[in-house]
């Protein structure tokens, strides 16, 4: 039994021995496989930078393809954006073209409209002139007298204002054209007269050989005819002109209208029956 023990007791201690002396060659055993260990960390090291050099290319690669699709689109957008602007003016130049045409269709319909608005007027108002001039009594030393037929060729009646005045020039100032300006500022004052109510009278619509009478008689009436005028030696020779200046302001269609005229008497130029047209003086509206 002591044998056995002691037997067993061998055993164990020559394990624990063993043990022991592994542990102690271990410690002091030189490391086997340092190269290898070397080498592996070498290749794991030489993968690791070839898959980051491959994962740059390949980020390199997707940027490239993101920016050729950029580019691509934005090309894209911007062949779009022209299309768009072209279509835009093409719009723009039709839409010009068409209001250009309504414009001008819009004037010829107001012009159309206010042709036959004139044209109504034209055909329905008053127009009220001068058809003939002549002097009567017509003697050296006595008064001047002279009468203006009138004529309403419209077909409206017209209240009508109306006045002659006659004024003497020599033969002078009748050629070097003080007697023309004289006319044509009386043509211009009867174009701006105002209508007076209180003196008008009614000029009806003439037909046939109806006709209105204005007349101007020089006879002094009364101290204060200062401005009547006689028939002169100078006039009845031919030194002398007369002119017969008259206005007349009438309204048809609810508007103003005006008429001037002037007519003259030259020795040997005019008949006393038939007094001639002066060249100016002469408007009607």
């Keep these: 039994m002591v044998e056995l023990e002691k ?20 410690a002091f055993k030189k490391p086997v496989g340092i190269k290898d260990v070397r080498d592996r960390i070498a290749y794991q090291a030489l993968w690791t930078s070839r898959l980051s050099a491959f994962l740059s290319l390949l980020a390199v690669v997707l940027s ?40 001008r269709q819009a004037e010829a319909s107001i012009s159309a409209a206010k042709t036959s608005r004139d044209s109504l007027v034209a055909n329905q108002r008053a127009w009220i002139g001068p058809s003939d001039a002549s002097i009567r009594d017509f003697n050296i030393g006595g008064p001047l007298k002279a009468s203006v037929t009138f004529t309403n060729t419209g077909r409206e009646p ?8 006659p004024k003497l020039f020599t033969i002078e100032e009748w050629n070097n054209g003080l007697a023309v300006q004289d006319i044509e500022r009386s043509k211009s004052e009867c174009l701006q007269s105002p209508f007076n109510n209180q003196t008008a009278r009614v000029t009806f619509p003439t037909t046939g050989f109806t006709t209105f009478q204005l007349g101007y008689d020089g006879t002094q009436l009364s101290l204060r005819d200062v401005q009547k005028l006689s028939v002169t030696a100078d006039l009845a020779g031919g030194k002398q002109v007369v002119v017969f200046k008259g ?3 009438y309204v048809t269609i609810e508007e103003v209208r005006r008429t001037s005229f002037c007519y003259f008497y030259q020795f040997k130029v005019s008949s006393l029956d038939h007094l001639n047209y002066c060249t100016v003086g002469q408007a009607a509206n």
Excluded: H, Y
Excluded at 64 to 70: D, G, N, R, S
Excluded at 158 to 165: G, K, V
């Design 158 to 165: 017209a209240p009508t204002n109306t006045s002659l005045t």
């Design 247 to 249: 206005c007349f302001v």
């Design 64 to 103: 490239a393809l993101v920016a050729f699709v950029a580019i691509g689109s934005l090309r894209l957008n911007s062949q779009t954006a022209e299309q768009a602007r072209r279509s835009s003016e093409a719009q723009i130049l039709a839409n010009k073209t068409l209001a250009d045409a309504a414009a």
């Design 7 to 26: 037997t067993w007791g061998n055993i164990l201690f020559k394990r624990w021995l063993r043990r022991k002396r592994a542990l102690l060659g271990f």
